[in-house]
């Protein structure tokens, strides 16, 4: 399993659902500088990844199958894809936006490539199965795109309905994963019919400032106090509490709470407020037919999250918390459901322009 970021490669060694060997690795600034773009790095994480299988003592050849996380492509439905050359070529040529995940399915096509094993990808941020009425915004000019936590979301859920002997594709869910970004999900038979955007609207975050008030952005814009790239990053990187209290850790927070920070109080209840309604709209998506709330990433290990969250909407029903994420195993899992035949692995030639 491969799961490359910015400035870190994770990697994930499994036999059926079990780990043998994780490991992540850091890249620092000074190996990475030298690289003008992401995809530049590609002999640098292949390395490791040829490193990694060495000190587990593991042949590539005899690997069943490489999954990698997916990248920045044209909106796609759910599912394992195999990765192919259009896939290799659109991520190449960042068609779609640079992002580092976009060489994770480039470094699985070369293990493809070199010792004949299958390449996957799987639940990429960019699996788009909203319904035609979820895309409208308001201006025809700006629809509502499609922009998630696909893979924890969808992992997670799925781990649920195992656990509890429930048929994914026969239940509705609502789905939170809260993290330094926020996504919520209505999912309906297994398919995300609405999404909160976990980039740029929705809640605010740790980091992210969520959807604002349009009018008053528009100001901020032609203000001439902030250049586009200013502006862009306060939305994304130093939004949310970041921008109110200075950090986006949440355990500090929690104890300038603690310590009688009315303020930092205040600022943590309106993030938690702001994922509660979030929750809510989607139950009306649902038209209240909804098994179970699902509230799942970092920030469920927050006991003060899942309560300050759960005292709104736990009238609406039941809710199960699994905190973190494990991409890894999600990565698996995906790979695991082709590989068993469980599911066939869907082709992204075959995805609409």
Known sequence: MVNPGSTTTKLGLFEDETPIATQKYEHPGYELEKFPRILDQYGLRRQVMLDFLKENQIQPKTLSAVVARGGLLKPMPSGTYKVCSKMIEELSASRYGEHASNIGAILAFGFHWDFKIPAYIVDPVVVDEMVDIARFSGLKEIPRRSLWHALNIMSVTRQVCAKENWDFRAENFVVAHIGGGISVAALDHGRCVDVSNGLEAGPYSPERSGTLPSLELVKLCYSKSYTESEVKRLIVGNGGLVNYLGTGNLIEIEKR?????????????????????????????????????????????????????????????????????????????????????????????????
């Not at 603690?258 to 929750?279: H, N, P, R, T, W």
């Not at 609406?316 to 899992?333: N, R, T, W």
Request: aromatic content about 10%; hydrophobic content about 40%; charged content about 25%.
């Open 257 to 353: 709470i603690e310590q009688g920070d009315d303020y930092a109080q205040l600022v943590f209840s309106g993030m938690c407020y702001q994922i509660a309604k979030e929750i809510g709209s989607f139950f009306a998506a649902l038209k209240g037919k909804v098994k179970r709330i699902i509230l799942t990433g970092g920030a469920a290990n927050s006991e003060q999250v899942i309560f300050r969250i759960s005292e709104y909407v736990e009238g609406f029903s039941p809710i199960i918390v699994v905190p973190g994420e494990d991409e890894l195993a999600a990565l698996a899992h995906g790979g695991l459901r082709v590989l068993r035949n469980e599911e066939s692995a869907r082709s992204y030639s075959e995805v609409g322009p």
